[in-house]
């Protein structure tokens, strides 16, 4: 089983209309035809939503991905167009909601890796390929790729696990040309963020995308290089061949496979709630990120 423990009901907002609620975010349209994205503090894992939040989360991927945005303008426009409060939304959403351009999305997610980690390192251990890429042997857990890849990935609904698609098929169900552009794009972005990263001391392992069509014109939409959407390591305690401290969820992932949790993520019951340690230090992971990466303190 997986989804939400407890789905909540969409904030009515005069003037909004409610389109999706999402692992974390809340989307709407406005009456202008502009959609306004709300980054709750809800936290996923292991293909659910819990019923625990971390309290600043949303607000913290949102300014993030507003100090990102700034820093790859030059290189792709993005779909943001004010961080202002709308009119009548409760006061919680301030810092946490942007009003964006509405794009024709592109169904593929764009990933960047530059280190071998998560479900490429499965791939890689059976094949030695990640989504049919040909990698050198003698790679481990947290290796250096010769080279960033592009690995695309199929978006999944809440509650279920995003595949893995070759370059082949993503050209396939996007047009070559498309695939072509959303590869280097990908790369480009990815390398960008990955120097800056590296200049705080944060090494960037990967990260995902998500790009739409804006009259003619490829766009970079949803969060972009938060804790949600990356890997991202200390890099003064980098060491291939093992499992990498991370400024995640990685908190929560721990205890929720500990017999603490009490719970069988393979059984039929929901995750429990989580203990407040444990949310502090979460919170204080994001928070770190966050001021590593911008340089500012996190008020």
């Known amino acids: 089983m997986s989804g939400f423990?407890?789905?909540p009901k969409p904030v009515e907002v005069p003037g909004l209309t409610h389109l999706h609620t999402g692992k974390v975010r809340d989307l709407y349209r406005d009456e202008a035809g502009r959609l306004v994205m709300v980054a709750s503090d809800r936290m996923s894992a292991y293909d659910w939503v819990l019923p625990t939040e971390i309290p600043d989360k949303g607000r913290i991927l949102t300014q993030l991905s507003l100090w990102w945005f700034d820093r790859l303008r030059d290189l792709i426009p993005h779909h943001v167009l004010s961080a202002d409060l709308p009119a009548g939304a409760p006061a919680d959403w301030a810092g946490r909601t942007l009003i964006c351009r509405s794009l024709e999305m592109i169904p593929v997610e764009c990933v960047a890796r530059g280190y071998l980690t998560g479900s490429g390192l499965v791939e890689y251990e059976q094949t030695r390929?990640?989504?049919?890429?040909?990698?050198?042997?003698?790679?481990?857990?947290?290796s250096e790729?010769?080279?960033p890849i592009f690995t695309p990935a199929t978006k999944a609904e809440v509650g279920e696990h995003d595949e893995n698609v070759s370059y082949e098929e993503t050209a396939r169900r996007v047009g070559a040309e498309t695939a072509a552009m959303l590869r280097q794009t990908t790369l480009a972005v990815y390398s960008r963020a990955r120097d800056i990263a590296?200049?705080?001391g944060i090494i960037l392992a990967d990260t995902k995308f998500e790009f739409g069509?804006?009259?003619g014109d490829l766009v970079l939409a949803d969060e972009v290089l938060t804790p949600d959407s990356s890997r991202f390591w200390p890099a003064d305690s980098w060491e291939p061949g093992r499992p990498?401290?991370?400024?995640?969820?990685?908190?929560v992932r721990d205890w929720l496979s500990s017999p603490a949790s009490g719970w069988d993520r393979n059984g039929q019951l929901p995750p429990p709630e989580l203990p407040a340690e444990v949310?502090?230090?979460?919170r204080a992971k994001y928070v770190e990120a966050y001021e590593r990466l911008t340089g500012s303190k996190w008020a």
Do not use: H
Request: one cysteine or more.
């Open 145 to 147: 790729l010769p080279q």
């Open 279 to 282: 949310v502090e230090r979460t």
């Open 5 to 7: 423990v407890e789905k």
């Open 244 to 251: 990498q401290a991370s400024f995640d969820k990685q908190f």
């Open 213 to 215: 069509w804006a009259d």
């Open 129 to 142: 390929t990640v989504c049919g890429l040909a990698l050198p042997e003698g790679l481990t857990n947290a």
């Open 198 to 200: 590296r200049d705080r």
